[in-house]
């Protein structure tokens, strides 16, 4: 029993260590509007350097219609909790 429980512990822990080194995002459209590169001038913020919960934080804000949005709160609806967590886990994960 104990064996089985440290062998699902890994095996979540591996599997999130590898989502969050993954170099393909999540969801990779985010990137149509969230520019990547420090040289591109948008008024939509970069993610890239963000800390994990202030992304989380905005998308759950988005979703609930706490803050304002063109269309981040039609995008972010399509999402579960763990999709946003997966998501702002990787973007907070990702380096300048």
């Known amino acids: 029993m104990m064996a089985r429980l440290i062998f699902a512990a890994l095996l979540f822990a591996s599997a999130s260590f590898a989502q969050a080194a993954s170099p393909t995002p999540p969801a990779s459209s985010c990137s149509g509007c969230h520019a990547a590169n420090k040289s591109v001038d948008t008024p939509v913020p970069r993610l890239v350097g963000r800390s994990p919960a202030e992304i989380e934080g905005a998308m759950l804000a988005f979703r609930t219609?706490?803050?304002?949005?063109?269309?981040m709160n039609r995008i972010v609806k399509g999402?579960?909790?763990?999709?946003?967590?997966?998501?702002?886990?990787?973007?907070?994960?990702?380096?300048?």
Request: glycine fraction near 12%; hydrophobic fraction near 30%.
């Open 65 to 71: 219609g706490q803050k304002p949005a063109s269309v």
């Open 79 to 96: 999402f579960s909790e763990e999709e946003i967590k997966t998501i702002a886990a990787w973007y907070g994960g990702q380096k300048d």
